[in-house]
């Protein structure tokens, strides 16, 4: 009815017009609004910034919206919402760099400070949000650096574990592309753009932003059919040699899965042995056997020296 949302706009004025009420609602927004990463006029620093109108929706239809926060019900309440924040300066209004040059996603202050519910609006955020995640991350990075650096002197299986753990993720990061390549280029071939995580390295992405969607299909474009009969009698020549040549095919599938053992056993390193890694401080000193074997080597170079005097005095 009528009254009750005029009660509840009278409910959300009353919360939004204390600075706890505003603080709670951009902790929220600061997690819910899709962002997107950039750098700012100096290009020394990223940004995060975000479009009007996903500020706007993101107020109305919002998930997992705070119990303490009345929602936001009407477009004119979410614009002014944006219009307070703005005021208390939570994000400024910005503009993208338009000069030859600009580094992508560079953005700068916009000279006229409003706000706007429409998708070319552009905010950047001042506010950082809850502080206890980045906090915790300071605290782990403070004791992790000091850590690592002395990690030749961590207990050898904690070294082992760690070695195993790095090769395990390179592993998984090949795997990841190959499978990735085989399937654009399976898709390619039958006229369509198909990727896995099509925005994986876009780097003006954050993090989960980076793995959404997790595929996309598009119709490729046009005047590529050569292309495509080219790679396809290559694959196919290709297939024929692997099948007539079981023997070789087999041997490379063995290289590969030694080449994998290899380097989880670590034998691709530096072939220097463990008593000589141990032994690398402490000076060496000769024995008496190799003492007595350059004395002989050293008297048999002065005797051959003299008898070839000889020969040049005769």
Not at 91 to 119: D, N, T, Y
Not at 203 to 212: C, D
Request: aromatic letters at 12%; glycine letters at 8%.
């Amino acid at each position: 009815s009528a009254s009750a949302a005029a009660a509840r706009g009278d409910e959300a004025e009353s919360v939004y017009d204390t600075e706890a009420g505003l603080k709670e609602l951009a902790v929220y927004l600061r997690k819910s609004v899709r962002v997107r990463m950039g750098m700012d006029e100096s290009q020394l620093k990223r940004i995060e910034y975000f479009r009007g109108n996903r500020f706007v929706k993101t107020l109305m239809e919002g998930p997992n919206w705070p119990k303490k926060l009345p929602r936001v019900t009407t477009e004119e309440q979410a614009l002014q919402l944006g219009h307070e924040l703005l005021k208390k300066h939570y994000f400024v209004r910005s503009e993208k760099l338009a000069e030859q040059g600009a580094m992508k996603g560079a953005m700068r202050p916009h000279p006229k400070q409003e706000f706007l519910g429409e998708k070319d609006a552009y905010y950047t955020w001042v506010f950082e949000g809850s502080r206890g995640w980045l906090n915790a991350m300071s605290a782990l990075l403070v004791v992790g650096v000091p850590l690592f650096c002395l990690y030749p002197l961590w207990p050898m299986p904690l070294r082992v574990g760690v070695w195993y753990l790095s090769v395990t993720i390179l592993i998984a990061i090949f795997s990841l592309l190959t499978v990735r390549f085989t399937l654009f280029l399976g898709g390619w071939l039958l006229g369509y753009d198909f990727w896995l995580l099509p925005r994986l390295f876009d780097e003006t992405l954050g993090v989960y932003e980076s793995f959404t969607p997790v595929i996309s299909l598009e119709k490729a474009a046009d005047g590529q059919g050569y292309y495509r009969l080219a790679l396809l009698v290559a694959l196919v020549a290709g297939g024929y040699w692997v099948y007539t040549q079981p023997t070789e095919f087999d041997s490379f599938v063995a290289a590969q899965r030694q080449f994998v053992a290899d380097i989880y056993e670590g034998n691709l390193l530096a072939d220097v042995s463990q008593e000589s890694k141990d032994n690398i401080d402490k000076p060496k000193t000769p024995s008496v056997e190799d003492l007595l074997r350059e004395l002989e080597e050293e008297e048999g170079e002065e005797g051959g020296a003299g008898a070839d005097d000889g020969a040049v005095g005769r």
